[in-house]
């Protein structure tokens, strides 16, 4: 059983382009989250995505997007990127309703850097 | 936004030494996360507390939510090499999704690294 899967592993971009990350949770999971994490930082939470929509959101501006398809797997998207947008971006699947037994799970992430 | 001040950054102690590490915030909080991350992985959740006063342990990890839910603390008992990483604190504050882990605060971390 796969567990949360992310595309690419690394990916460099110039400022002003935009990328696209993908996530696939682990199997059984209905419900995506997406962190940032800078070096030497905590991650900070981006948004999470339940059936297609959007459920919650971070302090992020509009250049960070996402979608969620029918298999529950997701992409992330920032346009216009900056210097800044550097960094490790997580992403953390669960079930709507965890249990004790099943919780939420991160993936190894994609580094991305922003020349 | 609220903040996680998690304490100490870093600790050196020797392999068999016990460890304390904390969180606090000026807000309260409804869940209460431990996270172990190694070097280019993704954190993965240790202990996870839902109530005020919770004591849980998970092998030779012990951690508990704060009386006030502003605050937790982790502990690991006779350390080894392999409990070398970076510890995160996370917690999930009230309305932010109910009982998934949506919208979580992380601390900064603390590094651990232990002697043999």
């Known amino acids: 059983d796969a567990g949360v899967t992310q595309s690419p592993t690394h990916l ?6 935009q990328v696209t990350l993908r996530c696939s949770p682990k199997s059984g999971h209905d419900t995506v989250s997406w962190y940032q994490q800078a070096l030497g930082q905590g991650p900070q939470f981006i948004f999470q995505y339940y059936e ?10 509009d250049r960070f997007s996402g979608h969620q398809f029918p298999n529950y797997s997701s992409e992330l998207n920032v346009n ?11 992403c953390a699947s669960s079930l709507l309703v965890p249990s004790s037994t099943d919780t939420q ?9 922003v020349l | 936004g609220q903040q996680l001040n998690q304490s100490p950054q870093s600790m050196f102690i020797q392999e068999g030494e016990d460890v304390s590490m904390n969180c606090t915030s000026s807000s309260i909080f409804n869940t209460w996360l431990w996270y172990k991350q190694d070097p280019g992985e993704g954190p993965v959740l240790l202990i996870a507390l839902y ?7 998970n092998g030779r990890l012990t951690a508990q939510f704060g009386i006030t839910r502003k605050d937790s603390f982790l502990n690991i008992s006779a350390s080894i090499p392999s409990d070398v990483g970076i510890y995160f604190c996370a917690g999930q504050p009230p309305g932010a999704g109910g009982t998934s882990y949506g919208k979580l605060t ?3 971390g603390t590094i651990l690294t232990v002697h043999p």
């Open chain 1, 52 to 61: 297609e929509e959007e459920r919650q959101r971070g302090n992020f501006p």
């Open chain 1, 80 to 90: 216009a990127l900056l210097l800044g947008d550097s960094a490790l971006y997580l």
């Open chain 1, 12 to 17: 460099i971009k110039t400022r002003g382009q």
């Open chain 2, 106 to 108: 992380f601390g900064q």
């Open chain 1, 105 to 113: 799970y991160f993936g190894p992430g994609t580094r991305l850097t």
């Open chain 2, 51 to 57: 109530k005020a006063g919770e004591l849980t342990s």
